[in-house]
């Protein structure tokens, strides 16, 4: 893995999150209706993070759910390479219908984790409104899915990749450009 660049390190990160935790409050003016729901896995870990950040500001723990999207994906035969999938299962601690959803992951690239999540979450229940919080978007997208949080804006080559690098996973806070 050639490393071009590092984009955020572990203080960027942290602040970054803070403001799309302020930022999340704002928009939903506070949390009472309010949950944080992970893509797996990554997104698990800035979910959590978020709702520990909202929780400092507001004194209200916000529920925080993880979302297992791998059947939801339309590149499963790639991804798993005919074998069978490796399926985590979701775990959404409360109802989340007539709920403000924040879906929540690490990159934003071409749609399809997005929309695969919102497949997903809408098997689960119907929401009020689902809102996307991302670490990063890179840009390059193919479905016409937007953030309504971003961490950073990092325009990239299609022969770029992001790599999130988050202590709970990886042992260290960072993320980096690389060429593939």
């Known amino acids: 893995m050639?490393?071009?660049?590092?984009?955020?390190?572990?203080?960027?990160?942290?602040?970054?999150?803070?403001?799309?935790a302020h930022e999340?409050?704002?928009?939903?003016?506070?949390?009472?209706?309010?949950?944080?729901?992970?893509?797996?896995t990554r997104?698990?870990?800035?979910?959590?993070?978020?709702a520990e950040r909202i929780e400092q500001i507001e004194r209200k723990t916000l529920p925080v759910?993880?979302?297992?999207?791998?059947l939801y994906r339309d590149d499963l035969s790639k991804v798993t390479n005919n074998d069978e999938p490796l399926v985590k299962g979701s775990d959404i601690p409360t109802d989340i219908v007539s709920k403000?959803?924040?879906?929540v992951d690490d990159v934003l690239?071409?749609?399809?984790t997005v929309r695969a999540a919102l497949?997903?979450?809408?098997?689960?229940?119907r929401p009020e409104h689902i809102q996307l919080a991302v670490l990063v978007d890179r840009g390059h997208r193919e479905l016409p899915i937007r953030a309504d949080y971003?961490?950073?804006?990092?325009?990239?080559?299609?022969?770029e990749k992001i790599a999130v690098q988050l202590k709970e996973v990886d042992q260290q806070d960072q993320v980096t450009i690389y060429e593939k």
């Open 109 to 112: 690239y071409t749609g399809r």
């Open 43 to 50: 997104g698990i870990y800035i979910a959590k993070r978020l």
């Open 119 to 125: 497949d997903a979450l809408i098997d689960i229940g």
């Open 2 to 20: 050639n490393v071009k660049a590092t984009v955020l390190d572990e203080q960027a990160i942290r602040r970054a999150l803070t403001r799309i």
């Open 65 to 70: 759910g993880e979302l297992d999207i791998t």
């Open 24 to 40: 999340i409050i704002e928009k939903n003016k506070g949390i009472e209706n309010c949950v944080l729901v992970g893509i797996k």
């Open 150 to 159: 971003v961490g950073k804006n990092v325009p990239t080559a299609k022969s």
């Open 100 to 103: 403000n959803v924040i879906l």
